[in-house]
T-cell receptor, first 110, second 114 residues
Framework: GIQVEQSPPDLILQEGANSTLRCNFS?????LQWFHQNPWGQLINLFY???GTKQNGRLSATTVATERYSLLYISSSQTTDSGVYFC????????????FGTGTKLQVIP | DSGVTQTPKHLITATGQRVTLRCSPR?????VYWYQQSLDQGLQFLIQ???????AKGNILERFSAQQFPDLHSELNLSSLELGDSALYFC?????????????FGNGTRLTVT
């Protein structure tokens, strides 16, 4: 099956700092999503971005499908950004499972 | 609020028992996905249903089964429970079944097997 690798595994930021999270995947995908799992365990869909660039407030994401990676940018980080960020991908073709990476655990300190 | 409803929120049961987890998808969504999240295994895909039919299968144990009903709600049945089945179980829904749409997750059911 498709392999998904995320880096870095852990990240500690001072409030106000910027960061870039990376997701590499091993095969062509028709579905790439970024999720934030908050400290209460809720999984929030941040972006559906199989290709191109999207922005939502302080967050933006870019997927370069031909090179099999995606980046999530967090600017002016806040303590509420803490949690785990997951990348999830689904390969081309029919009804396929959506596979999650192992996540990046982010801690934003005041 | 994602619009996906999972019940119960918490479940504590003993080894060897059987439990049923329930999921109601967002209005209009035809696909339901089940995931298991444990500390050492991350988020593992279990199974996907689309409009009542099984469409994709992942690392689902034979002791586990699921179904999607005509009203599109889904149930995940876990039997002969073991300590290692303790985990957070998530349901997600999507409009279609082929993956060309975002997943929206419920808040999960935390299962503790003692």
């Amino acid at each position: 099956g498709i392999q998904v690798e995320q880096s870095p595994p852990d990240l500690i930021l001072q409030e106000g700092a910027n960061s870039t999270l990376r997701c590499n995947f091993s095969d062509s995908v028709n579905n790439l999503q970024w999720f934030h799992q908050n400290p209460w365990g809720q999984l929030i869909n941040l972006f559906y971005i199989p290709s191109g660039t999207k922005q939502n407030g302080r967050l933006s994401a870019t997927t370069v499908a031909t090179e099999r990676y995606s980046l999530l940018y967090i600017s002016s980080s806040q303590t509420t950004d803490s949690g785990v960020y997951f990348c999830a991908v689904g390969p081309f073709g029919g009804y396929q499972k959506v596979t999650f990476g192992t996540g990046t655990k982010l801690q934003v300190i005041p | 609020d994602s619009g996906v409803t999972q019940t119960p929120k918490h479940l504590i049961t003993a080894t060897g028992q059987r439990v049923t987890l329930r999921c109601s998808p967002r209005s209009g969504d035809l696909s339901v996905y089940w995931y298991q999240q444990s500390l050492d295994q991350g988020l593992q895909f279990l199974i996907q249903y689309y409009n009542g039919e099984e469409r994709a299968k992942g690392n689902i144990l034979e002791r586990f089964s699921a179904q999607q009903f005509p009203d599109l709600h889904s149930e995940l049945n876990l039997s002969s429970l073991e300590l290692g089945d303790s985990a957070l179980y998530f349901c997600a829904s999507a409009p279609g079944g082929t993956g060309y749409s975002p997943l929206h997750f419920g808040n999960g059911t935390r299962l503790t097997v003692t």
